[in-house]
């Protein structure tokens, strides 16, 4: 009598992640914004010629192109396809060679010590199960290699928008941390823990541009995901759709100035043992 061979597990999160890949499909006109985070994420990586390197949650594959132009062979994985479809195009533009995946970070659909540098621009901080998230990371990277990512702290600009989100949208499944939290350090020092060394950290800024906090709560709701989301869930209720954006454009008021919005973000590079 022969046996079916086992199957993997249900995904339990798999409804969450296939309306993160939806909502995320419209975020290409940000990306613009995090060009400049990608060539300070790709430095302070150190990214050199000839190496290999991943870059998780690559969106429109601004770090993946930055880090092909100074000669790396590099990999992007996203779980967005219309995402992908846009730095297929980004890297044809440049004029670099970039493998690109359909995949999930906790689910990486690489071999064991494959690259030797493993990126991420607020991408990884959205998977559901941090340790998962860390674990296939940290498992395709060879020993000696360099995880390196940047993120969002929770007391600053992103971190306070998307408590806000958090308080007007249905909860996420339980279990399910805030994404903010990998702006932390002390966070991101427990989640990698023993796994790297030389453990460091620095700080940077965003910038970006509106006529007023208003026009630039406006671009939010037709290119970010969850406020996007969020806003459509709320227009049944048309008084506390108002309250949300009043809240929402105080918050973008406290990082305005000269037409600009400053976010500041938190970079995080360990080596692993």
Not at 81 to 106: F, M
Not at 245 to 256: G, P, Q, T
Request: proline share 8%; net charge neutral.
């Amino acid at each position: 009598m022969t046996t079916n061979p086992a199957r993997p597990a249900a995904d339990p999160y798999a409804q969450f992640k296939a309306n993160q890949r939806a909502s995320w499909t419209s975020f290409g006109p940000l990306a613009a914004y995090t060009t400049p985070t990608a060539a300070r994420l790709v430095r302070f990586a150190g990214i050199r010629a000839g190496q290999r390197v991943l870059d998780v949650g690559c969106g429109t594959g601004v770090v993946a192109v930055t880090a092909a132009r100074l000669g790396a062979q590099v990999t992007g994985a996203d779980l967005t396809p219309e995402l992908l479809a846009q730095a297929r195009e980004n890297a044809a533009i440049a004029g670099v060679a970039v493998e690109w995946h359909e995949a999930d970070v906790e689910q990486l659909p690489f071999g064991d010590r494959q690259f030797d540098a493993v990126l991420s621009q607020f991408g990884h901080i959205f998977a559901p199960r941090p340790d998962v998230a860390t674990s296939e990371m940290l498992r395709v990277l060879k020993p000696g290699g360099t995880i390196a990512f940047s993120t969002w702290p929770p007391d600053q600009y992103s971190g306070r928008t998307q408590a806000l989100l958090a308080r007007y949208a249905p909860p996420p499944p339980p279990g399910v941390p805030a994404p903010v939290l990998w702006g932390d350090p002390a966070v991101v020092r427990e989640r990698l823990g023993a796994a790297v060394r030389d453990l460091v950290f620095d700080r940077d800024h965003l910038v970006g541009y509106a006529l007023s906090p208003q026009h630039h709560r406006l671009v939010s709701e037709r290119t970010a995901g969850p406020t996007m989301r969020l806003v459509q869930s709320l227009e049944v209720d048309p008084g506390r759709l108002a309250e949300f954006r009043r809240e929402f454009d105080a918050i973008v008021a406290d990082y305005f100035e000269m037409n600009r919005v400053r976010q500041s973000y938190l970079v995080s590079r360990a080596i692993k043992v």
